[in-house]
């Protein structure tokens, strides 16, 4: 079953054909020759399936794989080389950002650490995230004033065996079949609690793509950003701006409209909706619901006239990776690719 019969059922209940055990053999059969642990790693995901009523097809279960095998190759606390220093650059630049002064932030690393250890001395020497998010709790906690002067500067936003981020399994933790260990963030770290967000994340939402490639950009990328980015090439054909295609379509994070929203209400009366309409749809941006917006279906009508076809509904956005731990030049493209071709191989395993 691919991914677009999927799209209608993924985030619904299903009664799985298979038993536990039987979707726990088939995982084990799908995992890549190089994984260890095998047995554990089928448990884990097979809970995480079962936990969230999706559906344990060939084409769902490789999908997680693959997202599992590219990011941490099977390791639920993947090492991360030079990560000290990475950290502590990460750390200096967010306390510049937030006009933190750096005397203040190299006083509150200097404390010594409950393990004999400055603070700075233990974040030089961490080897995985984990590591490193254990270091900054603890600082936080026991540092006086850790946690409102420094309580923004921990660099681990994503994290464990599928790097999802800790935010959203923060937003998501309702459900969580386990019982934690310390706190959500933690539970992230771990193989079973990064399997369980990395799968919602991945698979909890509905869409309508053609292909799973989609899915993996937008696990990359965010939610729908495959389909909105899609939305605003078609914008492109209808406007004389040239649009980002990133999959943002408001500017959350200001209260004036972004390039897309007025790329948008250039069209307002063409869509024959105003300003404030056209706001409350874009809103919408994040849920599958934005394509039964007239913003949406308008947009596309009018644009499959100009090329005289049809449009995709989804193409890759146009985003460059940027991250810390990023060395070389990376994009959500590059990422969807790499892991639709481990699907593919996963799938072919069966």
């Given at each position: 079953?691919?991914?677009?019969?999927?799209?209608?059922?993924?985030?619904?209940?299903?009664q799985?054909?298979?038993?536990?055990?039987?979707?726990?053999?088939?995982?084990?059969?799908?995992?890549?020759?190089?994984?260890?642990?095998?047995q554990?790693?089928?448990?884990?995901?097979?809970?995480?399936?079962?936990?969230?009523a999706?559906?344990?097809?060939?084409?769902?279960?490789?999908?997680?794989?693959?997202?599992i095998?590219?990011?941490?190759?099977?390791?639920a606390?993947?090492?991360?080389?030079?990560?000290?220093?990475?950290?502590?650059?990460?750390?200096?630049?967010?306390?510049?950002?937030?006009?933190?002064?750096?005397?203040?932030?190299?006083?509150?690393?200097?404390?010594?650490?409950?393990?004999g250890?400055?603070?700075?001395?233990?974040?030089?020497?961490?080897?995985?995230?984990?590591?490193?998010?254990?270091?900054?709790?603890?600082?936080?906690?026991?540092?006086?004033?850790?946690?409102?002067?420094?309580?923004?500067?921990?660099?681990?936003?994503?994290?464990?065996?599928?790097?999802?981020s800790?935010?959203?399994?923060?937003?998501?933790?309702?459900?969580?079949?386990?019982?934690?260990?310390?706190t959500?963030?933690?539970?992230?770290?771990?193989?079973?609690?990064?399997?369980?967000?990395?799968?919602?994340?991945?698979?909890g939402?509905?869409v309508?793509y053609?292909?799973?490639?989609?899915?993996?950009?937008?696990?990359?990328?965010?939610?729908y950003?495959?389909?909105?980015?899609?939305?605003?090439?078609?914008?492109?054909?209808?406007?004389?701006?040239?649009?980002?295609?990133?999959?943002?379509?408001?500017?959350?994070?200001s209260?004036?409209?972004?390039?897309?929203?007025l790329?948008?209400?250039?069209?307002?009366?063409?869509?024959?909706?105003?300003?404030?309409?056209?706001?409350?749809?874009?809103?919408?941006?994040?849920?599958?619901?934005?394509?039964?917006?007239?913003?949406?279906?308008?947009?596309?009508e009018?644009?499959?006239?100009?090329?005289?076809?049809?449009l995709?509904?989804a193409?890759?956005?146009?985003?460059?990776?940027?991250?810390?731990?990023?060395?070389?030049?990376?994009?959500?493209?590059?990422?969807?690719?790499?892991?639709?071709?481990?699907?593919?191989?996963?799938?072919a395993?069966?």
């Amino acid at each position: 079953m691919g991914l677009l019969a999927l799209a209608a059922c993924s985030h619904q209940a299903q009664q799985p054909s298979l038993t536990p055990e039987q979707v726990r053999a088939k995982v084990a059969r799908l995992l890549p020759p190089s994984a260890s642990q095998r047995q554990a790693w089928a448990a884990d995901i097979q809970a995480a399936f079962q936990a969230q009523a999706l559906e344990p097809s060939t084409q769902n279960l490789c999908s997680v794989i693959a997202v599992i095998e590219q990011e941490s190759n099977f390791q639920a606390d993947p090492q991360v080389p030079g990560l000290g220093g990475i950290a502590r650059a990460e750390i200096d630049r967010r306390a510049a950002r937030l006009h933190v002064p750096g005397f203040l932030v190299d006083a509150a690393l200097a404390i010594k650490s409950p393990t004999g250890k400055s603070y700075a001395q233990r974040i030089a020497s961490v080897r995985s995230e984990r590591e490193l998010s254990d270091v900054f709790d603890d600082f936080i906690g026991i540092v006086p004033l850790g946690g409102q002067l420094f309580g923004t500067l921990n660099p681990v936003h994503t994290a464990g065996p599928m790097q999802v981020s800790v935010a959203f399994a923060e937003r998501n933790a309702r459900g969580y079949p386990y019982t934690m260990q310390g706190t959500v963030r933690r539970e992230v770290f771990s193989r079973r609690g990064g399997v369980y967000f990395g799968t919602a994340h991945l698979l909890g939402y509905p869409v309508h793509y053609p292909e799973p490639l989609y899915r993996f950009a937008d696990f990359n990328a965010g939610h729908y950003a495959s389909r909105n980015a899609a939305f605003q090439a078609a914008l492109n054909r209808l406007v004389k701006a040239r649009l980002a295609l990133d999959g943002d379509l408001i500017d959350y994070g200001s209260l004036s409209a972004g390039q897309t929203e007025l790329a948008v209400r250039s069209l307002g009366k063409r869509l024959d909706m105003s300003d404030s309409a056209i706001r409350n749809a874009l809103d919408k941006g994040e849920q599958l619901d934005f394509e039964n917006t007239r913003v949406y279906q308008r947009v596309f009508e009018l644009a499959d006239q100009v090329a005289g076809k049809p449009l995709p509904r989804a193409i890759l956005p146009g985003i460059t990776l940027e991250s810390p731990k990023i060395t070389r030049h990376l994009t959500t493209a590059w990422f969807a690719r790499r892991v639709d071709e481990r699907r593919a191989r996963c799938v072919a395993r069966d």
